[in-house]
């Protein structure tokens, strides 16, 4: 333990004795999370080092002191800048309602995404909002489905990286795991198959966009969601072909 650890453990002992009762019980409550078994990894990651995955999987132990709801984006988002930056990272968030990168990391812009849908598959990843769609035209005519890949197409080029924080299982036993996306991955979508739903009873009518690989296994899918939001899905992306950076496996105790 260092001086400078040392001399802060004693600033909060200090502080004890000023603490009501409600605050005294919420100070338990994080200590006993604490000492429950937890379990976090690196698995292949240029992004974290372990202190920065213990600072994470704490932050989510925090989390899930006073909550049984995953972790939303925008938490994702705040920690992983705090946390890369106590690890020495020049991290910063980008400027609220920005529609490309979410953090810049060492100067590189990445974007962020999450699942913790109950029906979650741990071999294939599905992103519920990838991107808006807009406006544009969009009715019944196949060939709108070229337009809005060339849209999806543009987007990747507003980041370099993309992460997808998944929670695997819920309380009491939580599974968290990092799995980035790689681009190329994405990119592949420009020689995919297109597929617009003619005989949907929506208007526009939505549609599909398949990558295969060439053997002509599915990697993933693209839904051009036609629903009152207009956005972009990412459907049954194989995990096998994206990355595990990291994960956290921990209880969280009753109380």
Known sequence: MTIDQQQRIKEIVRKIPSLTAGQIYWLERVLQVFES???????????????????FGDALRIHHSFSAEPFTKDKFEFVLQKVLTMSGHDASLAPKGNRGYDISINGTKVSLKTQADRNIREDKIWISKFMELGKGPWGDDPKDLVRLRSSFLQHLRNYERIFTLRTLRRAPHWDYELVEIPKRLLFAAKNGDLQMQLKSRQYPKPGYCYVRSRTGQEIYQLYFDAGS????????????????HATWNFVIPQE
């Open 37 to 55: 078994p937890h379990n976090f990894q690196i698995v292949n990651s240029d992004l974290l080092d372990l202190k920065t995955v213990e600072n």
């Open 229 to 244: 939001e207009r956005k972009l899905q990412v459907k049954n992306l194989l995990k096998s072909s994206c990355l595990v």
